[in-house]
């Protein structure tokens, strides 16, 4: 351990220069009497981090948000202390190592990222995108209702004010969208990975609406179907396990929340065909979806989404709201009505990821060690990409074009009324 103990003291000289971290590091093979260094000034240490494996050492000495992360979910670096304080250093020490300050950390070239795109769009098949979605959505469903709300809304919530609960808050964003679209009692409603059902739920009960929910989810076509019999609207709402590429039509109105992250972007032109193909002549979609606020490559600073493309949602790819409409205009659809909600989701997963804390000791009963880590810092880190603005929220509201403006609402005062 001779150049560890060389190489450390000197990483943390340079660091020290530069930031000032309540972390506490230790190392060494005596565990009983590890070696310490501490990355700031402070009595007490807010973060411990401990270097299990050598593997740890090239993380921290060149870290980004990707390396970092592994290093935590592979067990190389054991990290105590609140979710929130992990995440404040970890994001802290990628800056200072993208930066070249502490140590360079190797970033993707433009090559690397179209080969990248290449392989994404290669595996977008059904075959593929079925597997991606069962990899992060059949964890289980007792898994998921620790931590989400009672209805198990897994997409951003809509705070009119801020201080809502997330129920209320999930509650509203449901409303928030089926308003938008102008749902009527009797029409047919397409809700393109539909989740646990909850939307579909709503507009059945609440609006009257004709629905059919589509998932790739084992899991959440289960607890759907379940819940669509215990509320007794099984003549209202059919809930299938199928690919969106192979529903067919027509529909008055199509919402897909949180979905088309996983179409990939080779393929957001015919995502968005198919939709104005399932449309009645007047219909109305409603699309909601993360996107990149890097205009160019579509990626977040620092190697996060590296680790989120290894690690939570293989194949996950997420375009610029320009490409979005760009995209949306080639499949046929023109754009209404464009609602950023980035602040809504910082929320929202801030709520998740207190939850999550709060209820560790059940989840672990649940999952095994390495996954808790991944959606630990999963939960954490994506709360403050939004916050930090690396990624936004945007709902589309659209129809088909070249629709004539006649019928068209002069305001977006429909949007608000009371429900």
């Known amino acids: 351990m001779l150049s560890l103990d060389m190489a450390l003291p000197s ?94 950390t190797p970033r993707s070239g433009p090559v690397t990222r179209l080969l990248q795109r290449m392989a994404h769009a290669s595996h977008h098949t059904k075959e593929g995108d079925h597997a991606a979605i069962q990899y992060h959505y059949d964890v289980s469903n007792a898994f998921y209702a620790e931590w989400l709300d009672p209805a198990m809304v897994y997409s951003c919530a809509y705070f009119e004010d801020g201080n809502e609960s997330l129920e209320l808050a999930q509650q ?40 059919v929910g589509v998932t790739l989810s084992e899991n959440q076509f289960a607890l759907a179907s379940e819940r669509v019999r215990a509320a007794g609207l099984q003549d209202r709402i059919e809930i299938r396990l ?45 699309n909601h979806g993360i996107t990149s606020t890097d205009a160019h490559n579509g990626e977040t600073h620092y190697g996060g989404g590296r680790f989120i493309d290894r690690y939570v949602f293989p194949q996950g790819e997420l375009p610029h709201i320009g490409t979005v409409l760009t995209t949306l205009q080639e499949g046929g659809l023109e754009a209404v009505d464009v609602e950023g909600l980035r602040r809504h989701y910082a929320l929202t997963l801030k709520l998740w990821s207190d939850a999550f804390e709060a209820r560790t000791d059940r989840i672990k009963t649940q999952i095994d060690e390495k996954r808790w880590r991944i959606w630990r810092v999963y939960l954490v880190g994506s709360q403050w990409a939004f916050e930090q603005d690396q990624v936004s929220l945007y709902q589309v509201l659209c129809r088909r074009a070249g629709r004539s403006t006649q019928g068209q609402p002069w305001s977006r005062r429909w949007m608000y009324a009371a429900r």
């Open 172 to 211: 509203k964003k449901i409303d928030h969208i089926l308003a938008k679209l102008q749902l009527q009692p009797g029409q047919r409603l397409l809700d393109i990975g539909c989740g646990w059902g909850a939307l579909v739920l709503r507009a059945a009960s609440h609006w009257g609406a004709r629905c």
């Open 11 to 104: 990483w943390a000289d340079r660091l020290r220069a530069r930031l000032d971290l309540p972390v506490l590091l230790r190392w060494g093979s005596d565990p009983q009497h590890p070696k310490t260094l501490k990355l700031g000034n402070f009595d007490q240490p807010r973060i411990e981090m401990t270097i299990r494996h050598p593997a740890a050492v090239p993380a921290l000495l060149a870290p980004s948000l990707s390396s970092l992360g592994e290093a935590y979910v592979e067990g190389y670096l054991d990290i105590s202390g609140s979710a929130q304080d992990l995440i404040a250093v970890a994001w802290q020490l990628a800056r200072a190592g993208a930066e070249g300050d502490i140590g360079p």
């Open 242 to 286: 199928q690919d969106y590429r192979d529903v067919s039509g027509p529909f008055d109105r199509i919402s897909s929340v949180g979905m088309f992250e996983h179409v990939g972007l080779q393929h957001l032109t015919e995502y968005f065909r198919h939709i104005h193909d399932l449309l009645t002549p007047d219909g109305w979609a409603l």
